[in-house]
């Protein structure tokens, strides 16, 4: 049975960092992709960063380049996304999900598990 399983948000102070893992069972780890998703109140959920898992190659969504940084610890099971540079309109919910093609598109309809979210709210 496919988990996954975010950790590491809380509330955090305008300009601070942030270090959110997606902890995983059920399948095989060098396989498929792992996205990073949020959504904001009042705003339409959208992608951040994917990593292929068998290559590991990185993507990232448009919007999102260069404060989201994506990490993987294959003996922990665990991908990791770093956020820098944190405001307010960085508040969400936090999703990590498992995209089966391995092809990181950043659509909600390509992704086959979702986790629970987690939190996190930037504020002063």
């Known amino acids: 049975q496919v988990q996954l399983v975010e950790s590491g948000g809380g509330l955090v102070q305008p300009g601070g960092s942030l270090r959110l893992s997606c902890a995983t069972s059920?399948?095989?780890?060098?396989?498929?992709?792992i996205a990073w998703f949020r959504q904001a109140p009042g705003k339409e959920r959208e992608g951040l960063a994917c990593?292929?898992?068998?290559?590991?190659?990185?993507s990232h969504d448009h919007s999102a380049k260069g404060r989201f940084a994506l990490s993987r610890d294959d003996a922990k099971r665990t991908v990791y996304l770093q956020i820098d540079s944190l405001t307010p309109e960085d508040t969400a919910v936090y999703y990590c999900?498992?995209?089966?093609?391995?092809?990181?598109?950043?659509?909600?309809?390509?992704?086959?598990?979702w986790g629970q979210g987690t939190q996190v709210t930037v504020s002063s």
């Open positions: 999900t498992l995209e089966q093609g391995g092809l990181c598109i950043f659509r909600d309809d390509y992704q086959d598990y």
């Open positions: 059920g399948f095989a780890f060098n396989h498929y992709a």
């Open positions: 990593i292929s898992l068998s290559d590991g190659a990185i």
